[in-house]
């Protein structure tokens, strides 16, 4: 089994920012892609970002791009999402997940293991 745990989520203002963390331990997967998630009050969790295990190929959503950045440290078995010029709209839960696979897939029933979420939630 793998745990993830994510931190570092908050309340900050609009245009201000935050950088979340997800710690991987248990059965730590060694080619696994690494990926951010979130969902808003009434919609569907949606993808964020995620990273290959080289790091070499990262992929963000569009409402992101420019304004978050995923990065990991697979010494630390953890996966960083630093945002800036934070939105309302990015107000939700982030979830770091794990997928298997090695590849990169931006749909959520595709990745195998899920942390329990933190808060994000940015004030206008």
């Known amino acids: 089994q793998v745990q993830l745990a994510e931190s570092g989520g908050g309340l900050v203002q609009a245009g201000g920012s935050l950088r979340l963390s997800c710690a991987a331990s248990g059965r730590t997967p060694s080619r696994a892609v690494m990926g951010w998630f979130r969902q808003a009050p009434g919609k569907e969790r949606e993808f964020v970002a995620a990273i290959t295990w080289s790091g070499t190929i990262i992929y963000y959503a569009d409402s992101v791009k420019g304004r978050f950045t995923i990065s990991r440290d697979n010494a630390k078995n953890t996966v960083y999402l630093q945002m800036n010029s934070l939105k309302p709209e990015d107000t939700g839960v982030y979830y770091c997940?794990?997928?298997?696979?090695?590849?990169?897939?931006?749909?959520?029933?595709?990745?195998?293991?899920w942390g329990q979420g933190t808060q994000v939630t940015v004030s206008s």
């Open positions: 997940a794990a997928d298997l696979s090695s590849v990169i897939r931006p749909k959520a029933d595709e990745y195998d293991y």
